[in-house]
């Protein structure tokens, strides 16, 4: 079965450090890999995704994040947090199991920025 | 362009009663997912339509039921509410199953 996980339930940085938020996934065949972020009381928005090509994959508001096969790993990641990144985010991956489409997602990080 | 819309934004209902939830996809998608999402539960997949058919369902009762109209929007309808079914319902839709837009979510109360 498809699943992915996020190791830490929330990550603390300063603002302008970089900021990581892991995860993790297990797939039978290629992994199509999603983030997202949430902010309170909102619905999910996109950030990036990984189908194929690259291994680094840019997205939204200055996030990149990084597929590594070997590692099983596709890492969220910034060059330089802001406030404003305070969020909920979510690592999914898709799951084509009994040939449709769903999203599988991880428990989520909380993402805090501090000034 | 219009993203998804989910109506109403917040809900409360009873014990017992039903519920219909709305959402309106992005023009010319035609698939539409639901999913639940609870603190202790996390995101989870209720079903997805297609051109008004159920194609994928998740692991939830029978009282969870959904359904698509020709012009791609989509209800889902919950009887005989539960504590427990108290969520933020996120619908989702897609044009190639390799990208989904989320709406904004509809919070159901249950008391």
């Known amino acids: 079965a498809q699943s992915v996980a996020q190791p830490e339930d929330q990550v603390n940085v300063a603002e302008g450090n970089p900021l990581t938020v892991k995860c993790t996934y297990s797939?039978?065949?290629?992994?199509?890999l999603f983030w997202y972020v949430q902010y309170p009381n909102r619905g999910l928005q996109f950030l990036l995704k990984?189908?194929?090509?690259?291994?680094l994959v840019k997205g939204s508001y200055g996030f990149e994040a990084e597929f590594n096969k070997s590692q099983t790993s596709f890492h969220l990641k910034k060059p330089s947090a802001l406030v404003s990144d305070s969020a909920l985010y979510f690592c999914?991956?898709?799951?084509?199991?009994?040939?449709?489409?769903?999203?599988?997602f991880g428990a989520g990080t909380r993402l805090a920025v501090h000034p | 362009k219009a993203g998804v819309t989910q109506t109403p934004r917040y809900l409360i209902k009873t014990r017992g009663q039903q519920v219909t939830l709305s959402c309106s996809p992005i023009?010319?998608?035609?698939?539409v997912s639901w999913y639940q999402q609870t603190p202790g539960q996390g995101l989870q997949f209720l079903f997805e339509?297609?051109?008004?058919?159920?194609?994928n369902k998740g692991n939830f009762p029978g009282r969870f039921s959904g359904r698509q109209f020709s012009n791609s929007r989509s209800e889902m309808n919950v009887s005989t509410l539960e504590l427990g079914d108290s969520a933020l319902y996120l619908c989702?839709?897609?044009?190639?199953?390799?990208?989904?837009?989320f709406g904004s979510g509809t919070r159901l109360t249950v008391v």
């Open positions: 989702a839709s897609s044009l190639d199953g390799f990208g989904y837009t």
């Open positions: 797939v039978s065949g290629n992994p199509y």
């Open positions: 990984y189908i194929t090509g690259d291994n």
């Open positions: 999914a991956v898709r799951d084509i199991s009994g040939g449709y489409n769903k999203l599988i």
């Open positions: 023009s010319g998608h035609r698939s």
């Open positions: 339509y297609f051109s008004e058919t159920q194609r």
